[in-house]
T-cell receptor
Framework: NAGVTQTPKFQVLKTGQSMTLQCAQD?????MYWYRQDPGMGLRLIYYSASEGTTDKGEVPNGYNVSRLNKREFSLRLESAAPSQTSVYFC???????????????FGPGTRLTVL | AQSVTQLDSHVSVSEGTPVLLRCNYSSSYSPSLFWYVQHPNKGLQLLLKYTSAATLVKGINGFEAEFKKSETSFHLTKPSAHMSDAAEYFC?????????????FGTGTRLLVSP
């Protein structure tokens, strides 16, 4: 049971290049998330997928697109990378519980992206 | 919308002394609250979670947190720090304003432990 896996671990891009960050989970979770982490700002939600076949914008979606390929996989695409997108990107997943108790999110190890 | 404020960006302790990491929250309803820990160059790991069952929540590695509604606080404590506790700690609140529960993170507290 690997939990949440992310590829690649590190990436350097030039401004204007595109790339896709991959995420997969083997916990049969319904919901998946993409965050970015910047110094002094905690984690901010980029996009999320409440269930297979749905995606929604989070707090900072501009410059990104996502695809929920199937229940296991959720990818994040940068179409034209900018230096402001230099960050550490985390994928997470959670079950969907009934009621108002919040689900625990399980995080991947992160992708460190630098845009020159 | 819900929010959390972590009152200290850095906390320094000596090994064997108590740890206190402070967090205040803002929520228009009974919140779910979490503490996550992030060791250097690693992902985030859940320390503990409050879901209104008990106000004192025990987590992994000897950490615990107490939910105080009157003070809107959820401070993280540990009686005796260990060198391996050096990490960044995030206080997190669940936001369900849009009908789907999302997590809102504080800005983090870096815990430094000296021998």
């Amino acid at each position: 049971n690997a939990g949440v896996t992310q590829t690649p671990k590190f990436q350097v891009l030039k401004t204007g290049q595109s790339m896709t960050l991959q995420c997969a989970q083997d916990m049969n979770h319904n919901s998946m998330y993409w965050y970015r982490q910047d110094p002094g700002m905690g984690l901010r939600l980029i996009y999320y997928s409440a269930s297979e076949g749905t995606t929604d914008k989070g707090e900072v979606p501009n410059g990104y697109n996502v695809s929920r390929l199937n229940k296991r996989e959720f990818s994040l695409r940068l179409e034209s990378a900018a230096p402001s997108q230099t960050s550490v990107y985390f994928c997470a997943s959670s079950e969907v519980s009934a009621g108002y108790v919040a689900d625990t999110q399980y995080f991947g190890p992160g992708t460190r992206l630098t845009v020159l | 919308a819900q929010s959390v404020t972590q009152l200290d960006s850095h906390v320094s302790v000596s090994e064997g002394t108590p740890v206190l990491l402070r967090c205040n929250y803002s929520s228009s309803y009974s919140p779910s609250l979490f503490w996550y820990v992030q060791h250097p160059n690693k992902g985030l790991q859940l320390l503990l979670k409050y879901t209104s069952a008990a106000t004192l929540v025990k987590g992994i590695n000897g950490f615990e947190a107490e939910f105080k509604k009157s003070e809107t606080s959820f401070h993280l404590t540990k009686p005796s720090a260990h060198m391996s506790d050096a990490a960044e700690y995030f206080c997190v609140v669940s936001d369900r304003d849009t009908g789907f529960q999302k997590l809102v993170f504080g800005t983090g507290t870096r815990l430094l432990v000296s021998p």
